[in-house]
């Protein structure tokens, strides 16, 4: 049994690693695509990657030749992304990250700026990993313990949580930051690729997919937008006036790394909503632990100072709170 700091209440299984629900928004990559795509395409006869890297008509163009609606990851640049901690134990919000590429004049510009915020999301990803370092330090440290046992409790600095992160979000995380030389600071991530690794597809304790969970793992007739079940439950959906499919001409020709950013932050907040409600089925919160968080985060939301738009998801999401109201 080993004593909890925190709570001073004893506790032998393995602690769960805080949990990291992100988003990310991603304009496509024109230099890249016309790189792979000239010899197939008439797009532009004398392609300039300096006048023409954000030429939104030159995507346009793209897709109506290539019946490609949705380029694969890898053509994704990343604009946007949005994270907030949570609390493993009490499951409040207990930390935030928000970077966004504002407007710049040249791709290599561009590149610098997405470079920078995949390094600074990857050392937030390790921000809190000395959550539970008490626990870990003396389970390692028990002579008792195999060396097989001690590989099982390696330390868990985090668990990537969000919404159909594993088929699009972490993978374009990953190959970008590959193509920008970017080493990974979480020991094990990429170099356990076992089925205990965070690239395994139930390894559920590194990486919780909502939309893999409430789709049974890739149930076709099952697979559900994040706007679609956030309404079911109550919650207001995803912010108007916006959606995935208008991020690019949004920063390309209106330059609006505001309003992008404020998209992907609801989104992220909506995710937190959805990871409430799927651990109440679960049972990991109780019925009374549930309603305390839906208090919580409503009185968060409202709280003063935060963004118009927190507000207006707070207002929207009435019959999602009301549920802790209920005698």
Not at 116 to 139: A, G, R, V
Not at 206 to 222: E, G, T
Request: charged letters at 25%.
């Amino acid at each position: 049994m080993v004593v909890n700091p925190s709570s001073t209440v004893l506790k032998a299984e393995r602690p769960q690693a805080p949990i990291l629900i992100f988003d990310i928004e991603t304009v496509p990559d024109i230099p890249l695509l016309y790189l792979n795509y000239q010899d197939n395409l008439n797009l532009i006869e004398n392609f300039d990657e300096k006048i023409h890297w954000n030429d939104y008509s030159f995507y346009e163009a793209f897709k109506k030749q290539t019946e490609i609606e949705f380029p694969k990851t890898l053509y994704h640049c990343v604009l946007s992304i949005c994270a907030i901690y949570v609390d493993p134990e009490t499951y409040i919000i207990m930390d935030g990250f928000k970077r966004t590429i504002p407007k710049v004049s040249s791709y290599n510009e561009f590149r610098s700026y997405e470079k920078k915020i995949l390094e600074e999301f990857w050392q937030f990803s390790i921000k809190h990993q000395d959550y539970n370092k008490f626990w870990y330090d003396h389970t390692m440290g028990n002579r008792y313990l195999s060396d097989y046992q001690k590989s099982k409790l390696k330390k868990l600095p985090v668990t990537f949580c969000g919404y159909n992160i594993t088929n699009f979000d972490l993978m374009v995380i990953e190959q970008r930051s590959l193509i920008n030389f970017i080493t990974c600071p979480i020991e094990d991530y990429v170099k356990n690729l076992g089925n205990d690794s965070y690239r395994y597809k139930y390894a559920s304790d590194k990486v919780f997919d909502l939309m893999n969970f409430v789709s049974n793992y890739d149930n076709k007739n099952a697979r559900i937008g994040l706007d679609i079940l956030a309404k079911s439950m109550g919650l207001g959906g995803k912010m108007s006036g916006m959606d995935g499919s208008r991020v690019a001409e949004e920063y390309f020709q209106n330059h609006a790394s505001v309003k992008i950013e404020e998209y992907c932050a609801v989104d992220v907040l909506i995710s937190y909503g959805v990871l409430l409600a799927v651990q109440k089925f679960r049972g990991i919160l109780s019925e009374d632990q549930f309603k305390e968080c839906l208090i919580w985060f409503e009185q968060w939301l409202l709280k003063e100072g935060k963004p118009l738009n927190y507000h207006e998801l707070a207002r929207e999401s009435a019959n999602f709170f009301n549920y802790a109201k209920k005698t």
